[in-house]
């Protein structure tokens, strides 16, 4: 399904408008893979952790988690509307994050924040590579997605620690006021 959101006319931009914005910013096709594909993996993640709310006995931390994936997929979409990226198949994806919900149900809330813990700084250092690549302008909405990975690393950590106030880092970065995409053009 596509998205449009109020206000905008999807991601399809005017060709001349297009050709400009990816002219004057030197941007790659490497880049803008990757700007997608990050954003559909963000989309996908949200159905994946739907999909492991009854598995641990923990279904508000795991709604929390859900709606990082969301909302880090919000904060890019100024970008992919900038570049006339996509539409998304919203229910593919959605079909491909719940497609990984069975290798993690078993596991119990203790391993499953280990993996977060373990696997997670993966993505932080994509992240990080996106930035690299990336024309001044986008950095701070790049910055936004980078952030959301690393408050559920955070989060995770302060389970395995114990801290009664986990949640804090996700409920802060929830909070966020999104930048709109006016911005970034
Ligand atoms: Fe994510």
Known sequence: MPITRPGTTGYFLPMTELTTARKRASISQDYLDRLLRYYEEEISGEAYFYGLLEAFGESEKVTLLARMERSA????????EKYALGPVNEAQLKDLGESEVSRHQGLSWH???THIVKRYPLYLDEFYALEAMAPAADLPLLQALTAHEVAVIEFAEHELAGKPDSVQSLKLYLALPRIKGASVT
């Open 73 to 80: 997929a919000q904060s890019i979409e100024p970008l992919l």
């Open 111 to 113: 391993q499953f924040m």
